[in-house]
């Protein structure tokens, strides 16, 4: 007789119980477990009781090959609980291990901030989808927070350019840069990126003929573009983030350079337990000084720019002299009678 779907779900959740050495389950523990993950996926009118739980646990016994056995060994009070004879062993020789499985709880607990966004009805399949087939809930007790942004715009469009993306959809893009210009593009979208709580995409763009960053925030509208899709031949998008900090990347020949930079004895631990960018490393520990093999972008700008006095640019001398200039310019507008009294001296 062919298993039907609920008896295969409880069956993946006794093989992982009895493949789990970490800990012992024993009958009533295992019909609290079994019965926990069916209330969590179904719904309360799945629950099983005993005799269920019994028969489940003979047609398990009857699927193991020569030399595995699912042995019941004494517990305490009178209990037994239930192991596979061989660690690791599983009737579903495709299925995640107890760590794994815990991995993948903390997917799907990120996964999860993105319930609710509209349009994002893809997303809420996935995972329930990956709930119900390894029987996994995210953790209820809230015990784990992500930083992100209730009120940003442009989420909406989250789920739609990732389909894009994975489907070779183009895409017709309206937008408004964040100087108040609008216009639409035809985007070919190849790439979808988190970065410091905002969403970007990046495809080749038709009208500039190079590959674009678009700010899902600054997207006021989307439309399907009937061009055929030029796919991605050249970009790795594991490697194209490499040079810089944050997403801008600069395309007029910026070659990367070593950034140097100095900080006060209390901000230089911060910066050495959080690098700036992965190729961060210490000069100098008495000195507090570090160096970055990048690309100069407004992001590593702002980055600076965000440990106000706790740090200096000493190289090279042509960022040295942007930062300067963006913190006279702070300074005027802090200081404007002390700066004025500067002049008429």
Not at 167 to 175: C, D, E, G, R, V
Not at 248 to 269: G, H, M, N, W
Not at 278 to 297: A, H, N, W
Request: aromatic share 12%.
């Amino acid at each position: 007789m062919p298993v039907n779907k609920n008896a295969q779900f409880r069956y993946q959740i006794l093989d992982r119980c009895f493949s789990d050495f970490r800990h012992k389950y024993d009958f009533d523990t295992l019909l609290e477990k079994v019965n926990d993950h069916l209330e969590d996926v179904q719904g309360g009118d799945s629950m099983i009781g005993i005799r269920q739980l019994r028969g489940d646990i003979n047609a398990i016994r009857k699927m193991l090959p020569d030399g595995i056995y699912l042995e019941a060994k004494p517990y305490y009070d009178k209990k037994c609980y239930y192991r596979y004879s061989e660690r690791d062993f599983s009737i579903f020789q495709n299925e995640l291990s107890p760590d794994e499985v815990q991995k993948l709880r903390s997917t799907i607990e990120m996964l999860s901030r993105y319930r609710g966004v509209p349009n994002n009805a893809w997303l809420e399949e996935v995972i329930s989808n990956l709930e119900y087939r390894f029987g996994i809930k995210s953790n209820s007790d809230n015990v784990v927070a992500f930083e992100q942004n209730e009120q940003l715009k442009g989420l909406e469009y989250l789920s739609e350019v990732i389909d894009a993306a994975v489907n070779h959809t183009p895409l017709i893009i309206y937008y408004k840069t964040y100087k108040g210009k609008e216009f639409t593009s035809t985007l070919h979208p190849y790439h979808v990126k988190q970065y410091n709580n905002r969403w970007f995409l990046f495809g080749y763009e038709e009208e500039s003929g190079k590959i674009a960053n678009k700010a899902l925030d600054r997207i006021h509208h989307i439309s399907l573009a009937n061009v055929p899709f030029k796919p991605n031949t050249s970009i790795d998008f594991g490697h194209f983030f490499d040079d810089i900090v944050g997403v801008s990347i600069p395309y007029d020949d910026v070659q990367k350079e070593t950034v140097v930079l100095q900080f006060t004895p209390a901000r230089f631990p911060y910066v050495t337990s959080k690098p700036i960018h992965k190729s961060q490393v210490v000069i100098d520990e008495e000195d507090c000084t570090v160096s970055l093999e990048v690309k100069p972008t407004r992001e590593l700008e702002q980055q600076i720019l965000s440990f106000g006095p706790d740090v200096e640019v000493l190289s090279p001398d042509t960022f040295r002299v942007q930062v300067g200039r963006k913190i006279a310019e702070n300074y005027k507008k802090y200081f404007p009678v002390q700066n004025e009294c500067t002049d008429n001296l």
